[in-house]
């Protein structure tokens, strides 16, 4: 989890921003320009963020960074609205779907590189239901987020799964080097 937790006011400030940003994705309409004066400081500090979208409790839609690069309030809005139109897995969202849609908001630390030699020392070092990885192989790389443990507990299929989410084959972590990064979330949701 980054280091300074968010306010439940802050949390949701950022919530609501996605829901105005997801309802002005659906009806292509330009979002106004966030007033700075109700948001507060750290919400306008650089901040990383994925947004999920969930429609009766199925992903719908995930988009986000893992380094931050504009203030937390816009990346939380930019990547509402490019899961809401931009995930290459999913048709894009309509206007019937958008009092079923659930948005979830995962704040991200820094991520960290993890040194190990050897590929069994990951299955010890990295922690589930804590740790999102990082996989990184020259120019190829994949990411899950922490909560991703809960579908895939094992860390043998969370890592094997990662390598084919990365295009390549499910056992090229136990095969090769790869560079690997940790980070951690703060997640809510509405």
Same mark, same amino acid.
């Given at each position: 989890?980054?280091?300074?937790?968010?306010?439940?006011?802050?949390?949701?400030?950022?919530?609501?921003?996605?829901?105005?940003?997801?309802?002005?994705?659906?009806?292509?309409?330009?979002? *106004?320009?966030? %007033?700075?004066?109700?948001?507060?400081?750290?919400?306008?500090?650089?901040?990383?963020?994925?947004?999920? @979208?969930?429609?009766?409790?199925?992903?719908?839609?995930?988009?986000? #960074?893992?380094?931050?690069?504009?203030?937390?309030?816009?990346?939380?809005?930019?990547? #509402?609205?490019?899961? #809401?139109?931009?995930? +290459?897995?999913? *048709?894009?969202?309509?206007?019937?779907?958008?009092?079923? +849609?659930? +948005?979830?908001?995962?704040?991200?630390? @820094?991520?960290?590189?993890?040194?190990?030699?050897?590929? %069994?020392?990951?299955?010890?070092?990295?922690?589930?239901?804590?740790?999102?990885?990082?996989?990184?192989?020259?120019?190829?790389?994949?990411?899950?987020?922490?909560?991703?443990?809960?579908?895939?507990?094992?860390?043998?299929?969370?890592?094997?799964? @990662?390598?084919?989410?990365?295009?390549?084959?499910?056992?090229?972590?136990?095969?090769?080097? @790869?560079?690997?990064?940790?980070?951690?979330?703060?997640?809510?949701?509405?």
């Amino acid at each position: 989890m980054p280091e300074d937790e968010l306010t439940n006011e802050e949390k949701n400030s950022l919530l609501s921003l996605a829901r105005e940003a997801l309802e002005a994705g659906v009806r292509r309409t330009k979002l *106004p320009p966030l %007033d700075q004066q109700s948001i507060s400081t750290r919400l306008m500090e650089q901040g990383a963020s994925f947004v999920t @979208l969930y429609n009766n409790s199925k992903l719908r839609g995930c988009i986000g #960074t893992l380094e931050a690069y504009q203030p937390l309030a816009e990346d939380v809005s930019e990547h #509402t609205i490019a899961a #809401t139109l931009q995930d +290459i897995r999913f *048709p894009n969202v309509q206007s019937d779907e958008l009092t079923e +849609i659930e +948005i979830e908001v995962s704040r991200l630390s @820094l991520p960290v590189p993890l040194e190990y030699n050897s590929p %069994d020392d990951l299955l010890t070092i990295v922690q589930p239901g804590k740790d999102g990885v990082l996989f990184r192989d020259g120019e190829q790389h994949a990411t899950f987020l922490p909560n991703v443990w809960e579908k895939l507990p094992d860390h043998t299929d969370f890592f094997s799964n @990662l390598c084919y989410k990365m295009n390549a084959k499910a056992d090229l972590w136990r095969k090769k080097h @790869l560079d690997v990064s940790t980070f951690q979330v703060e997640r809510f949701n509405e």
